[in-house]
């Protein structure tokens, strides 16, 4: 078995192999990120409402208003983000967001200290969601805001038992650390297509490390079966800037 | 020329229910004597009406949680013969074993208690054992086991509250529905869980919100470690049209401690054996000096531990009150010194409790008017 296993890695391995040469992008941090930035930032996303697309978009366009200090420091914390159930309308008064998605329904705040963003979460509460997203049928063409780029990203994201509040985490990696790492600006045109299940071998090239420059992955845990590895979503995009 | 005449308003009490799952505590105890003698002086200055819906209690999770573990448990047990402190000791044990109820089953008896009243027999129990007590202390009358369907359903209520655009409502999401405290600056707050269970938020708004109209001011009364649920019923009730004021009570700590009853540690102190201690005093001198106790030396924020010395004090001195006040009525030439429609004053709409009954103590020397007297005992 080992000597097939050379021959042709399983699924376990090429996950594993991907969400390990995450972890040493990441820790080695974004080209030209030497910015001093303060530690454990962390964002804050206020749930209203899911529209899969508005998320996409709001996600991106936070990302790339971010000053290079707050990039490099949420990079290196692995663009951590809360979920909080609330009301963008009722809570804007108090705490000003840094984006809205479109049509109101998310908003975002941070990156920031847990104690810059306690008074928001003292009065929000943790986004509870077991039932899993209702996503429209077909793929979803969603426009970061900016001219038009010209450039192209396919994204694919698993909904097949996950969650919604495990979509959201899911999909805000995968487009946060693309966006931190150049692979999708202003502009863009993203396809965003669900499936019920990734298989790993359908996105063999895509997992190469090769390809690393031009992909980003989301591998975790499955939420079911916490001893394996899972593909939950792909992006691959057209700019050639991608770099660790 | 005819003077305009102010239109007639009710003043609609509204305290806290309390659910049958446990003796009375001191800290209940203060709440209901700060409510009886809040009512009976209030009603001699204007209308009054108490709100108290057994089923505000007994439609929660934490009484048919309770209620589905001693079915499990104990399916043969017979309650009419269990004593407070048995069924209540019981209760601390469930709640301090956080065991994961039976989601499924726990629905079917809050529907149950909603829709037909259901209570099981440990509360039956309980509610019989309250009244005896409630008699003898004199508010029995109020009709604190009044049990009726709740105003409207728990679903018409969620539409009302989501037409006016409060909810957060999660439940596409199998998550919980929120009051939308956030946009009063105050924080989110569960009314239904993920489990579809509402929690005791929710009766009440079902019982009050159709209660409100022009001519009615609602007082809500609660001990202080719900605070801030209040200060968002309040706001939820204004939101409707409601005029409310709050009274805010401390809890009375017994054994060192100020927590929910819940965690238990009531034993001696319980309204049971308050009533077994009053000992040769008669009931009138009982009924005085147990108000005197807990609304005239209880402020409304007292941080003061329950002392059974001063209670039995508090009681001597209603029978010798009582005993002034006999011999005054009987001698002809009696002197009137108390000058009850002033200190019936109501600067708030209601007649301030511990204001009152501290008058009474303040004077030792002067008997305590009729009309006084038949508010307190």
Redesign the interface.
């Known amino acids: 078995m080992s000597t097939a296993r050379s021959v042709r890695p399983t699924d376990a391995d090429v996950l594993a192999a991907a969400a390990r040469a995450r972890v040493r992008a990441v820790r080695a941090g974004l080209a030209g990120g030497d910015h001093p930035a303060p530690r454990e930032l962390t964002a804050v996303v206020v749930v209203e409402d899911i529209d899969p697309a508005a998320f996409v978009a709001g996600t991106a366009s936070f990302a790339l208003a971010l000053e290079p200090g707050s990039r490099a420091g949420w990079y290196r914390a692995f663009t951590r983000t809360v979920f909080l159930a609330g009301r963008p309308g009722s809570v804007v008064g108090r705490h000003p967001h840094r984006r809205l998605a479109p049509g109101g329904g998310l908003a975002w705040y941070g990156p920031a200290t847990r104690r810059e963003l306690s008074a928001l979460s003292r009065l929000l509460r943790t986004f509870q969601g077991p039932f899993p997203i209702d996503v429209p049928p077909g793929p979803l063409a969603v426009r970061v805001p900016g001219r038009p780029s010209g450039h192209r990203v396919e994204m694919t994201v698993a909904t097949g038992g996950v969650r919604s509040d495990a979509y959201l985490v899911h999909v805000h990696h995968l487009v946060a650390e693309a966006v931190l790492r150049g692979l999708v600006g202003p502009g863009d045109a993203v396809r965003v297509e669900h499936r019920d299940v990734l298989a790993p071998q359908d996105f063999r090239a895509a997992l190469d490390p090769g390809r690393a420059t031009t992909v980003q992955t989301r591998i975790s845990r499955d939420g079911t079966d916490p001893d394996r590895l899972r593909l939950y979503g792909v992006l691959i995009s057209n700019r050639d800037r991608g770099g660790h | 020329m005819q003077l305009p005449v102010a239109p007639a308003t009710e003043l609609v009490v509204a305290p806290v229910t309390i659910t049958p799952t446990k003796p009375l505590t001191p800290t209940h105890v203060k709440g209901l004597l700060w409510t009886d003698v809040l009512v009976k002086a209030s009603a001699q200055t204007g209308g009054v009406r108490l709100v108290w819906n057994n089923r505000m209690a007994t439609v929660t999770t934490q009484a048919t949680a309770f209620w589905h573990h001693l079915e499990l448990t104990e399916p043969h047990t017979d309650w009419s013969r269990e004593s407070e402190t048995a069924i209540g000791e019981r209760y601390v044990r469930f709640h301090g074993e956080h065991r994961t109820a039976d989601r499924e089953a726990v629905g079917v008896r809050l529907a149950h208690a909603d829709r037909d009243g259901w209570i099981h027999p440990a509360g039956l129990r309980m509610l019989r054992l309250w009244q005896a007590q409630l008699d003898l202390l004199g508010v029995g009358g109020l009709g604190l086991t009044t049990d009726r369907p709740l105003a409207t359903t728990a679903g018409a209520m969620l539409d009302t509250l989501a037409d006016r655009g409060l909810l957060?409502d999660?439940r596409?999401?199998?998550?919980?529905v929120?009051l939308?405290?956030?946009?009063w600056?105050?924080?989110?707050r569960?009314l239904v869980g993920?489990d579809g269970h509402p929690n005791y938020l929710l009766p009440i708004l079902r019982e009050l919100i159709p209660m409100i109209g022009p001519r009615r001011r609602f007082l809500l009364i609660h001990d202080d470690g719900i605070t801030a649920d209040y200060l968002l019923l309040e706001r939820v009730l204004a939101e409707f049209g409601a005029r409310t004021a709050r009274l805010s009570l401390s809890r009375v700590p017994v054994g060192g401690t100020a927590r929910s009853s819940r965690y238990g540690g009531w034993r001696g102190s319980t309204l049971g054996d308050l009533s077994a201690v009053s000992g040769s005093a008669d009931r009138a001198a009982y009924r005085l000096g147990m108000r005197l106790y807990f609304v005239g030396t209880l402020h409304r924020r007292s941080a003061q531990p329950f002392r059974m010395g001063l209670l039995r004090r508090c009681v001597g001195r209603a029978a010798r009150l009582l005993d002034r006040a006999a011999a005054r009525d009987a001698d002809p030439n009696r002197w009137n010194a108390a000058d009850p429609p002033a200190r019936l004053r109501a600067p708030h709409g209601y007649v301030d409790p511990y204001r009152l009954t501290a008058s009474l103590l303040g004077r030792p020397g002067v008997p305590p008017a009729p009309e006084i007297t038949a508010i307190y005992t």
């Not at chain 2, 939308?180 to 946009?183: L, N, S």
């Not at chain 2, 600056?185 to 989110?188: M, Y």
């Open positions: 957060l999660h596409r999401y199998g998550g919980p929120h939308d405290g956030p946009r600056g105050l924080p989110l569960q993920a």
